[in-house]
């Protein structure tokens, strides 16, 4: 038979930290700690396994539990000194979930399990407080009525007509009735008579009694525990972070103490060093007189652990430093165990009986961007961990959070937010409010600062959203228009903040009874969905000493080269600063689009207009002095680094003006009929042209458009080498099925070369030829691709297209549906799809290299700057990634994790 129990305490433990899988993350580390001599209430934990078992026999405990039970609760109680359901020395236990990752707050937990009419008195008797153990009951009544006997039948109440509401009405109504302002006023005889009520409200309500029996109550808040695993909460929760429905959750049976015995007792939640800032100082907060869950359920403002860790909130509070010296100092030498041990950050829950520490759980704690940086460096200076630890420390979504301005988590600590919403953007912003998308433009050219406050936005509004620092919305989710379009540009946002009112035509935002108008200054934290009044400060992180230290740790690590996709010299000098070590995509045709595009784009229309090669030619002519200058800028601005240049990608249609005005204008240009204009780009016009005469299918066609394009290169580098600088050029064919089509534009590219060389008189110019692989045949056929290519790029977002059949224009309309439904586990547009298209890339590679060894890979799509794509390509042998200049630092530390992992 297969073993489902592990006991602890008493100094030792069955299980230890890296039992996770069987004992889930809590039972684990519960053994841990009793492993390491802390003191932590004796029990036993009942594996993941006996929770599948029980879930698949449909609710059946599994044969021969009932003895192992036995069995250790026998250890439990030779330990605690104290007998499980009897009357003179009753034991009482907890029944705790814990899966293997923290699901925090998805699953259920029972206190007090054991107290019935036969060990009541018992108790009373024992502790010598009668007001304590009635305390315990209505507490056990109520959890119990909620956990097992409501939600783990799968009994769906209307929404505030659940056992636990109305069991708490009851409490507030008599606290009411006497004028009580805290639980703690309530007497012995108001709690014995809650206990009653609560009972029989349970019995009307579920049609069932309340079990007065120790024995019924621990095995039905075992299977409870086991249940919540497919609890609504829970599901929900485990699709959202891709936990697999297999794991099942641990079942903790666990000694109470009691941090509701008089004054002298409490409970608290600790972190070994602040969570929000990363400072090394032990951070919590405590309530004396209470149990577990009172902490966190905000039923009294807590105190604070430290005086140093005081808030404005709290300062009127006593710490627990003050109130309980000597508990104090355990705590903390306890944590300084754990920390040392653990060798990162923990949460902690404990409770003080009387006087004495007790140790409940402890895990890797939860931290911002900011915090796991600060903490990270001072654990490497503080020799607790090494290098490639410091490089796992910061995952890539919260080095994504560093690199946007963040509000102060110093400042943050110390404001009570006003209103919460969807964290739908990162980063944060402060500003003054409006609310129209043209007084966010106006204002925005006043030189203000402003956060745009919507009901909800639509289209309409982008101009505003742009110009706005920040977006708060008071409807929508996260896939609301203003969601969507934040997350796209980076920009910090809240959607959904409920408890915001927006009057749009008065301009007046409510919040809490409270009217803010236009000009106001709010705070909004992006990155938590948190809104404050005022203006908070903010801080640039980037700008922080340590994160230098940090990239230059994750650099040292990796392997991987990272370049950068850029044209203007703008973007290139950014990507220089953010580590770029080369480009991996200049797009041409980028010229012809945004500021000081007219001329060359008004060249190009001519051209395209031509009837004849002779016509095309001259146009070019004119057209080549800008393509060659926009080149040679950046070929400077790079130096020595590589920089790749994709020759013509788009169907050329895209560049005719297709609105009639446009059209007039362009004709009265040409001076020619704007008639033929019209019938130019009807001609032009194409039924799918993503997969039309585009790419090298340009090239083959009217190769003179390559032959300026390459001469633009060749040229600009010549003069570079003439000016002693040494350029790098590589010179990439798009959109290539076949070989053929590669072979012809080598033999042009090598025609100019050896002609810019003789006619400008330079010896030698380094440059390279290659292709994208962007369509599953160049894929499929890359051995001979490769004989005519020195690199691949994988264009990943064509070849994304072509695997799936799926455009990414045109996936808006179901990729919910597909997500909801599981049918994609990622967006395949975001994150490479390395099970089904990744078996393309992986061959192509394997045969590329099968034909050139020294064949160089990268990936120029949009998945460069995603950590999963990065990770891939580096366990594929890729030479680089290359992504937008603002994921280079991402890709950076995904390629050093990559490598470390
Ligand atoms: P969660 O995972 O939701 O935090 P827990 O199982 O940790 O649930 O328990 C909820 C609360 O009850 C916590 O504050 C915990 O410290 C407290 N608690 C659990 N077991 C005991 C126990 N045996 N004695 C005292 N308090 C307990
Ligand atoms: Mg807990
Ligand atoms: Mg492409």
Not at 247 to 258: P, R
Not at 563 to 575: G, L
Request: aromatic fraction near 8%.
């Amino acid at each position: 038979m297969s073993r489902y129990i592990y006991t602890f305490g008493g100094g030792k433990a069955e299980g230890g930290a890296n039992q996770k899988n069987t004992l889930g993350g809590k039972g684990a580390n519960l053994a841990e700690m009793a492993n390491l001599g802390l003191p932590v209430p004796a029990g036993f934990t009942i594996s993941t396994d006996c929770c599948n078992d029980y879930i698949k026999s449909g609710g059946q405990f599994p044969k021969g539990l009932d003895e192992e039970v036995d069995r250790a609760m026998a250890e439990v109680e030779k330990i605690m000194g104290m007998k499980y359901g009897d009357p003179d020395v009753p034991l009482l236990v907890s029944c705790r979930s814990g899966a293997r990752q923290s699901m925090p707050g998805m699953m259920e937990t029972v206190l007090n399990v054991g107290l019935c009419s036969k060990t009541l008195p018992g108790l009373i008797k024992q502790t010598n407080d009668e007001w304590f153990v009635y305390d315990a009951y209505r507490r056990l009544i109520m959890m119990y009525a909620d956990v097992v006997m409501e939600k783990a039948e799968g009994i769906e109440p209307k929404e505030e007509a659940d056992i636990k509401t109305q069991l708490e009405q009851i409490m507030y109504d008599r606290k009411k009735e006497k004028n009580y302002e805290n639980d703690t006023d309530l007497t012995v005889d108001d709690l014995k008579a809650l206990c009653d009520q609560f009972k029989e409200r349970v019995q009307s309500v579920l049609g069932s009694e309340f079990p007065d029996d120790a024995q019924q109550q621990l095995w039905g808040a075992i299977g409870a525990v086991f249940k919540s695993w497919n609890g609504k909460r829970a599901v929900s929760y485990r699709r959202i972070e891709r936990i697999p429905d297999e794991w099942g959750t641990a079942c903790n049976v666990q000694s109470m103490v009691f941090g509701n015995i008089g004054q002298k007792s409490a409970t608290g939640v600790a972190f070994t060093r602040n969570p929000a800032t990363g400072e090394n100082k032990f951070y919590g907060e405590w309530l004396p007189a209470a149990q577990g869950e009172d902490v966190v359920a905000g039923i009294r403002t807590p105190n604070p652990l430290s005086k140093e860790a005081k808030t404005t909130q709290n300062a009127h509070l006593p710490s627990l430093e003050e109130s309980m010296p000597e508990v104090y100092k355990k705590l903390v030498e306890v944590r300084n165990i754990l920390e040392t041990h653990y060798k990162d950050m923990q949460d902690l829950e404990f409770t003080i009986q009387a006087g004495d520490l007790f140790m409940l759980q402890t895990r890797t704690g939860k931290r911002t961007g900011v915090a796991a940086l600060n903490m990270a460096m001072d654990m490497r200076n503080e020799g607790l961990i090494d290098d490639k630890t410091v490089i796992t420390r910061l995952n890539t979504t919260q080095l994504d959070e560093i690199l946007h301005p963040l509000v102060d988590p110093a400042a943050e600590e110390k404001t009570r937010p006003v209103a919460e919403g969807l964290p739908a953007g990162p980063g944060g912003a402060a500003g003054q409010i409006v609310f129209t998308s043209e007084d966010a433009v106006q204002w925005h050219k006043a030189g203000k600062k402003v956060v745009l406050v919507r009901k909800e936005t639509s289209p309409e509004d982008v101009e505003g959203m742009r110009a706005a620092d920040a977006i708060l919305t008071s409807q929508g989710g996260m896939t609301s228009h203003a969601a969507l379009v934040a997350r796209g540009w980076g920009k910090c946002c809240i959607v959904g903040a409920e408890g915001a009112k927006v009057d749009g035509p008065a301009r007046k935002l409510k919040i809490d009874g409270k009217t803010y108008a236009e000009g106001d200054f709010l705070t909004l934290n992006g990155t938590k969905g948190l809104v404050y009044e005022g203006e908070l400060p903010l801080i640039d992180a980037t700008a922080d000493p340590r994160m230098n230290d940090f990239m230059k740790i994750v650099d040292r690590h990796r392997t991987l080269a990272v370049r950068t996709n850029a044209e203007t010299t703008k973007d290139v000098e950014t990507a220089l600063k953010f580590g770029a070590e080369g480009i991996g995509l200049f797009r041409t045709e980028h010229m012809f689009y945004g500021e000081g595009a007219q001329e060359p784009m008004f060249l190009l229309r001519r051209m395209i207009m031509s009837d004849s090669t002779e016509e095309r030619r001259t146009a070019l002519d004119d057209l080549y002095p800008f393509v060659k200058d926009d080149i040679k800028q950046v070929l400077e601005l790079m130096h020595d680094k590589p920089v790749n240049i994709r020759l013509m990608d788009p169907p050329l249609h895209e560049f005719l003006p297709q609105a009639e005005e446009t059209q007039k204008r362009f004709a009265e240009f040409l001076g020619i009929d704007v008639k033929t204009v019209a019938q130019r780009c009807q001609a032009l016009h194409e039924n799918n042209p993503m997969m039309g005469h585009r790419g090298v299918r340009l090239g083959v066609t009217y190769p003179e458009i390559s032959e300026m394009q390459t001469r633009a290169i060749f040229e600009a580098a010549a003069e570079l080498i003439t000016e002693g600088k040494r350029p790098v050029p590589e010179i990439m064919i798009p959109f290539c099925c076949d070989v053929k089509e590669l072979r012809e534009m080598k033999a042009l590219v090598e025609e100019v070369y050896q002609e810019v060389c003789d006619r400008m008189g330079v010896e030698a110019i380094e440059y390279k030829f290659g292709t994208m692989i962007e369509t599953p045949r160049a894929a499929l056929t890359s051995d001979e691709m490769a004989e005519a290519s020195e690199f691949f790029s994988f264009g990943t977002n064509d070849l994304t297209q072509m695997t799936f059949g799926l455009s990414r224009d045109d996936i808006g309309g179901f990729r919910e549906t597909y997500m909801d439904k599981g049918i994609f586990a990622r967006d395949p547009f975001q994150t490479l799809d390395a099970h089904g298209m990744g078996q393309l890339i992986t061959d192509s590679v394997e045969k590329g290299r099968r034909t050139k060894s020294d064949l160089k890979i990268g990936i120029c799509g949009e998945h460069g700057g995603d950590a999963d794509s990065v990770k891939y390509c580096f366990r594929n042998n890729f030479d680089y990634v290359s992504c937008s200049p603002y994921r280079l630092p991402i890709a950076r530390l995904a390629a050093a994790q990559a490598e470390v992992e």
